[in-house]
């Protein structure tokens, strides 16, 4: 028997399809191994020296491998065919070599493009060993990101409180955003006018005309910038007689676009069908890793993170005959088409991302693919397909307008164009952000010296716009024009800014949050260059040297930390004013943007002669007047758009919002952000009086009635039937609930505490008592999306809970990650979560029989205790490891 390693349990179970019984085909759930989240994972001062750790899921995987190697005559590691994949196989082989697993056994690595069973079978018969050199890549590309990060964190967090982390290249491409955002609060608008005649030939057939020049002098887009300008001219045209000068048409091609790589995949799929970065790999892995079609399990796609644009001979073969019989022979080119890689730092010679099957139309695999699969795959399919087609013959016409005004010449020019041959713009056309409408009307016929009629003149006043921010399809787009991140890194990159909360999605763009403009400020203050475009991408060159072995990975990691430490030495003796300074200076246009009046955006508007600076506090940035203690004057770093300090107070500074005074005690009540989340509190002191908001509840809407309110909670609501003793309705660390004697029940989310009545609390506390309420956290379960079979038995239910959406498997609950929702989660993904949790103590499988129970129920209440100790540091370095490819 050989036993073949691959990645993922659906490519374990399409894979173990195509083989005889001559193979066992078992998953490693993607990484074994990792680096533990604590300081000398990676140790500068032995060599780099890595401590890699398999603890919970991986173990379990591990363990099960070395179980089926006894019996195998061969282990061949398939995992997937990019650096990455090949650092898994060197972790397995390195995993099985510790426990003395192989004992002689011989150990082959095979890679294939596709999961398909003739893809399987070809590299089985070419089977090679680890490419040391890539695993070289891998470990040196490890290294950094822990030792950047877990370095340069720390200081972060000391010197600019509210920070969270720093990555080598997350830092980098939240620059972009931050950089782009303070451009936009930068930019001022410019007025200009345009103005366009409407003009008709002599059969009557009308188009329109821009003025483009006047008096021997071009006119371009700004030039005219004040409406008495715009005016002078438009008076000017009025009285003009009109010919036309010069008539020009030229033929032009235009080429399709080569497949799909990583990138433009991921860019497609945001502007096309709105699917974020991380939703469109998700899908493209289930369509790499296969389908039932027809009674059939197949790969429909070719691996799906590669920088590779060109395409194997014979899937040309196949895209020219699907475009001879489905759209005609006249749009099959003379020749194939042959793409390259622009880019540097490709990787090695991957194909492009495509239909296994080009004659696997869209229509014919929709009904088998859940709908967003099916969008995805189609959008493959036509990529693929155009990118082989015949280009469109398009004539570009331009029109040059001469307009007499007495001793005046005017000139105005009119441009269109017309598809002679559409090509392949009949199947598929790029879409581009930011857009431009582009003049693609067509003009009616007219030659040199006709005459033109006016019919309008229009004169329009336009301003000019900041630059856009990014879309998560444009940011990617501009990493990968500098070299930033690689394939593999894309979409966990923006997933750690969003879950870091160093910037939001607002209609689609990402827009930077406060403390996200502070860090990149800080970083580019005291970390030049490790924030630098530049800088990032040469690094990611020598780590492509290091995987061609060309250059020495751990002399790579010498030179950077010997340069990085000296760096981070500098700021230890660094003072909050120096950090202040440098903050003030560069984030000036941020925080404080021009007023309306003209006046000093920083002298403070409540005392008058004070001025306002960035302020650091227990909760992160805020702006405060130099004046304080005698000017208390205080708002957060961006102000609305009415202007600067309009004291609304609808906005926390330092982690506090006033609302205003008790009635009765005449103490201040204000709103809070606490370790455990928002709260109300009455007054100051030791032990002030205190509640938290219940969910749903905006602080920013807060209102002094509804906080008071809160503040009187608990209350009482009813008198039980039967004891006579009270029902009190409050607000508890779980939640809402209602209380009698010592039974607790939970509200429903559709309750209000604050109008919860008796007859209701009554029927709560009854069902509770007669244990008709032992549901999760206190409320009914909703039914949930089944997600199939786990592999050790049992089903997986992904479900909404009150705390966010979880996966439940038998008795182990594992909560989603916050850049995975309910609506998104696969199988496998749900399998790597609650293997994850059940490994971290976080609860046990129940078996089939009701009368078994999990080991950890039979144990002590002690036992219990110590060994939910043992298991409590190993739980948060567990929750970091992804199976999906990190990189930062």
């Not at 209701?760 to 008592?769: M, N, T």
Request: hydrophobic share 40%.
């Amino acid at each position: 028997m050989k036993l073949l390693v691959v990645e993922s349990p659906a490519k374990a179970k399409t894979i173990n399809k195509y083989l005889g019984s001559d193979y066992e085909v078992i998953a490693s759930f993607g990484h074994i191994r990792d680096l533990p989240a604590k300081d000398g994972s990676v140790d500068p001062e032995n060599d780099f020296a890595m401590l890699w750790e398999t603890e919970g899921r991986g173990a379990k995987q591990v363990a099960e491998i070395a179980k089926a190697a006894k019996n195998a005559e061969k282990i061949i590691l398939a995992t997937d065919p990019d650096r990455e994949g090949e650092a898994i196989s060197w972790h397995v082989l390195e995993a099985l070599n510790q426990k003395r697993a192989i004992k002689g056994i011989p150990v082959e690595r095979v890679t294939f493009n596709a999961v398909t069973k003739e893809a399987v079978q070809t590299a089985l018969a070419n089977p090679r060993q680890i490419d040391q050199a890539l695993v070289d890549a891998y470990l040196a590309r490890r290294a950094l990101d822990y030792l950047v990060g877990f370095t340069l964190s720390p200081v972060l967090w000391r010197k600019l409180p509210g920070a969270r982390s720093a990555g080598r290249v997350q830092s980098v491409a939240l620059r972009l955003v931050c950089d782009r955002e303070r451009e936009i609060e930068a930019f001022r608008a410019r007025e200009y006018w345009s103005l366009t005649a409407t003009l008709a030939t002599k059969t009557g057939a009308t188009f329109d005309a821009r003025l483009s020049g006047a008096d021997g002098k071009k006119i371009t887009r700004l030039d005219i910038g004040t409406g008495e300008e715009a005016a002078a001219f438009k008076t000017a045209l009025e009285t003009a007689a009109f010919s036309v000068a010069e008539v020009e048409a030229k033929p032009v091609k235009r080429h399709p676009q080569p497949p799909f790589q990583t990138s433009t995949l991921q860019q497609e799929a945001s502007r096309k069908l709105g699917f974020a970065p991380a939703r469109t790999m998700q899908l493209a892995q289930r369509l790499y890793e296969g389908a039932d079609i027809g009674g059939e399990t197949v790969g429909l796609i070719t691996y799906m993170r590669t920088d590779g644009v060109d395409m194997d001979s014979s899937a040309i073969a196949a895209a020219r005959r699907v475009i001879g019989k489905e759209f005609g022979e006249n749009y099959v080119p003379g020749s194939p088409r042959k793409y390259t890689v622009k880019a540097k730092n490709a990787q090695e010679a991957h194909e492009a991302i495509r239909p296994t099957d080009l004659g696997r139309l869209p229509a014919m695999v929709a009904r088998h693919l859940e709908p967003e699969q099916a969008k995805l795959y189609e959008l493959i399919w036509k990529r693929t397909i155009a990118s082989q087609m015949e280009s469109a013959s398009i004539e570009r016409t331009t029109v040059d307008i001469a307009a007499k005004v007495g001793a005046r010449d005017l000139e105005l020019r009119a441009t269109g164009q017309v598809v002679l041959f559409d090509g392949f713009l009949t199947l598929y056309q790029e879409s581009r952000d930011d857009e431009e409408d582009e003049d693609s009307r067509k003009l009616p016929p007219m030659k040199a010296g006709d005459p033109l009629e006016k019919r309008a003149i229009a004169a329009d006043q336009h301003f000019t716009e900041p630059p856009p921010r990014f879309s998560e399809a444009s940011l990617v787009k501009r990493m990968e024009e500098l070299g930033i991140g690689r394939p593999s890194t894309y979409a966990a990159t923006l997933g750690t800014l969003r879950d870091r909360e160093y910037v939001r999605i607002e209609k689609k763009r990402l827009v930077p949050e406060d403390k996200g403009m502070l860090v990149t400020a800080f970083l580019e203050s005291f970390f030049k260059r490790y924030v630098e475009f530049d800088f990032t991408a040469s690094l990611e060159e020598k780590l492509d040297r290091v995987s061609n072995a060309e250059i020495d990975w751990k002399a790579l990691l010498r030179e950077f930390w010997e340069e990085f430490t000296a760096t981070i030495g500098e700021t230890k003796e660094l003072r909050v004013t120096e950090v202040l300074d440098s903050l003030n200076g560069i984030l000036g246009d941020y925080v404080f943007p021009p007023r309306a009046d003209g006046g000093d955006p920083r002298r403070c508007q409540v005392c008058g002669t004070g001025t306002l600076s960035l302020k650091l506090g227990k909760f992160g940035a805020f702006v405060g007047c130099s004046n304080y203690p005698e000017c208390r004057f205080t708002r957060p770093l961006t102000v609305p758009a009415e202007g600067e300090g309009s004291g609304d107070g609808s906005q926390m500074v330092n982690g506090v919002r006033v609302l205003g005074t008790d009635p009765d005690s005449g103490l201040e009540v204000s709103v809070r952000e606490g370790r455990f989340g928002t709260y109300v509190q009455l007054g100051e002191g030791e032990k002030p009086k205190r509640s938290s908001l219940p969910k749903g509840e905006n602080a920013a809407t807060l209102s002094l009635e509804k906080a008071l309110a809160l503040l009187s909670l608990p209350r009482e609501v009813a008198r039980h039937p039967e004891s006579g003793e009270p029902i009190l309705a409050g607000i508890g660390r779980y939640g809402p609930y209602v209380q009698h004697g010592k039974t607790y029940a939970n509200i429903d989310k559709d309750d209000d505490i604050l109008d919860i009545g008796a007859n209701r609390a009554i029927d709560l506390i009854v069902a509770k008592e007669s244990g008709a309420g032992g549901r999760r956290f206190g409320a009914a379960a909703t039914p949930g999306r089944e997600l199939g079979d786990h592999p050790a038995g049992g089903k997986m239910v992904v479900r909404a809970g009150k705390y966010g959406p979880y996966v439940n498997w038998g008795k182990v609950n594992a909560t989603l990650p916050k850049s995975m929702t309910q609506e998104e989660i696969t199988p496998e993904q749900a399998i790597e979560l609650v293997n994850a949790k059940a490994a971290a103590g976080g609860g046990a499988k129940t078996k089939a029989k009701a009368s078994a129970k999990p080991a950890a129920a039979k144990a002590p209440a002690k036992a219990k205790s110590t060994a939910a100790k043992k298991t409590a540091a190993p739980k948060k370095a567990s929750a970091t490891k992804k199976a999906a490819k990190t990189e930062d």
